[in-house]
């Protein structure tokens, strides 16, 4: 089985990271279209057409099941890419919300997200539909303190508490009783112990990269031993960077790293 992996940066790498550990036995491909992130800062419309010609680009490269693990393109363009490809495609808000529905009992949810993702109020629809009630929280710091290294500074402990108490004090005035917090951004399980640190024990914390994983390995019933066979790695831009920043998400190095041109349809 040869699994696709797409996001618009490096994020991604830690719902790739998740894959390695329960699908040991699969190929997979991974595209970050460096060149035109963030997608935050595009239109839906702008955001289908790239998400939809990434997904292309997986297909033609030979994936046979494709894992959106971009939350703005879950959230704004999965249509698009369904549209685009003929291979089942996965995104990260689906199995956020399905994850959610499994773990709250008091139907209760708070999510922290990228700006784009909360105005798009993906997440709150998908609890809604699926009988929750939930409330959002764009914590737009938290990428870049991960992306410069920043994982266990003070200053992150200190952004995550200012946050989460901002997040608690909106849920108490909305009469939210969440027992549950889904993170929204594949960037944010690099600093899981941080948050479950910042919020009370009894709120259990989703970890969006592993439940996707999870979700993928079910629905392919797939698992076990094994070792990956191949894994190829794609970026738009900046290949250097990728691999030393990629290799942060991952936990691992990642040796090389292939430059393609997703607008002009060729490799470099």
Request: charged residues 30%; proline residues 0%.
């Given at each position: 089985m040869k699994i696709g992996v797409f996001d618009s940066g490096f994020g991604g790498l830690t719902v790739l990271r998740a894959l390695f550990e329960r699908i040991p036995q699969a190929d997979y491909l991974y595209l970050g279209d460096t060149a035109r992130l963030p997608y935050g800062a595009k239109s839906r419309d702008t955001v289908a057409r790239y998400a939809a010609s990434s997904a292309r680009f997986l297909a033609a490269e030979g994936a046979e099941f494709l894992v959106i693990a971009c939350n703005t393109a879950s959230a704004l363009a999965l249509d698009a890419i369904r549209s685009a490809v003929t291979v089942p495609v996965l995104g990260v808000v689906e199995t956020g919300a399905n994850a959610a529905d499994r773990s709250s009992t008091s139907r209760d949810v708070m999510v922290i997200a990228t700006a784009a993702t909360v105005e798009s109020h993906a997440y709150t629809a998908a609890c809604a539909e699926r009988g929750m009630r939930a409330i959002e929280k764009a914590c737009p710091l938290l990428v870049p303190l991960v992306e410069e290294g920043w994982i266990e500074h003070p200053v992150t402990a200190d952004v995550l508490r200012i946050y989460m108490a901002e997040l608690m004090e909106v849920a108490r005035g909305v009469g939210l009783n969440a027992d549950t917090l889904v993170l929204g951004c594949t960037h944010y399980p690099l600093l899981r112990r941080q948050i479950e640190a910042a919020v009370p024990e009894s709120l259990r914390v989703i970890d969006s990269a592993e439940?996707?994983?999870?979700?993928?390995?079910?629905?392919?019933?797939?698992?076990?031993?094994?070792?990956?066979?191949?894994?190829?790695?794609?970026?738009?831009?900046?290949?250097?960077?990728f691999r030393v920043l990629g290799g942060?998400?991952?936990?691992r190095a990642i040796a090389d790293v292939e430059l393609v041109d997703l607008e002009a349809g060729n490799r470099q």
């Open positions: 439940v996707t994983a999870d979700e993928v390995a079910r629905r392919l019933r797939l698992g076990g031993q094994g070792s990956s066979a191949k894994t190829r790695f794609f970026a738009t831009d900046s290949v250097a960077k942060r998400f991952l936990g």
